[in-house]
């Protein structure tokens, strides 16, 4: 039922967001005349590598530089990219995803596989599922910039912040994963792009039917700054983006 559901959905999905996403290609393409389409490696279910699909918001080949995340104020952001970021027009075309079986609705977020390479054993876990393009921490840090915005390394900061209480959001999908939390999901995640407080309140009181762990359940509130944490099944912060595991 869910994947009939997910195809019907993405198929609706991107006809009736098809105006939307000609403007902003077109847009795109005149800002540089080059190709509106982003696509990237990521790691998917089973650890396979797929290619997702995205609306660009930076410079053409900004992949090259060899940072993976984006703060908000990186200079590779153009400026039709950062009205694409801020309305999360660069999710729409992951339908494409949905539709071809790469990706799912709802998931785990996928990551790069410098990221991947990082994981321990029990964040493992992630990939046992088809990656989506919503879940639990993509509403709790859809402001991902804003966090890493300002910071020297980017990625370092994202493994410290970030990644400790996101992956714990991907396991606590899993195990509780079912068709109707997919849609109460879905629809924080637009409610989320309109008033994050009001979706972060709702959030809570979803989690705190399924998870018992106070510290998680304060962080989601976002009404403190992230500070470093540890990593699930890790014993320290991560201090270093070396690869350590054999992938």
């Given amino acids: 039922m869910k994947r009939i559901f997910e195809v019907l959905v993405a198929f609706m999905g991107l006809i009736i967001s098809s105006p939307i996403l000609i403007i902003f290609s077109y847009l795109i393409y005149r800002n540089d005349k080059a190709s509106p389409i982003y696509r990237a ?11 997702i699909i995205k609306l660009r918001s930076m410079v053409f080949n900004a992949d090259t530089s060899g940072v993976d995340s984006t703060p908000q104020d990186d200079k590779r952001i153009t400026p039709i990219g950062r009205i694409i970021r801020s309305y999360k027009l660069d999710e729409i075309t992951q339908l494409w995803n949905v539709l071809t079986g790469t990706m799912s609705l709802v998931g785990p977020r996928p990551n ?9 054993d029990l964040e493992m876990k992630l ?26 390394d980017p ?13 714990r959001l991907g396991i606590l999908y899993i195990e509780n994963q079912t068709f109707f939390l997919d849609i109460k999901l879905i629809f924080l995640t637009f409610i989320a792009i309109v008033n994050k407080s009001v979706a ?8 705190t039917r399924v998870s018992n762990d106070s510290k998680l359940l304060e962080v989601c509130k976002r009404e403190s700054e992230l500070t470093p944490s540890i990593p699930p099944g890790l014993d320290k912060v991560v201090t270093s983006r070396q690869k350590y595991r054999i992938y």
């Fill in 155 to 167: 990625d370092l900061s994202y493994n410290q912040l970030i990644r400790p209480w996101k992956s």
């Fill in 41 to 51: 490696s990521r790691v998917g279910i089973n650890g396979e590598d797929f290619i």
């Fill in 127 to 152: 990939l046992t599922v088809k990656p989506g393009i919503t879940d639990f921490s993509s509403i709790v840090f859809s402001d991902e910039g804003d966090i890493l915005a300002g910071k020297k």
């Fill in 200 to 207: 972060l309140r709702m959030l809570s009181k979803q989690l």
């Fill in 112 to 120: 790069v596989k410098r990221d991947v390479v990082l994981y321990s």
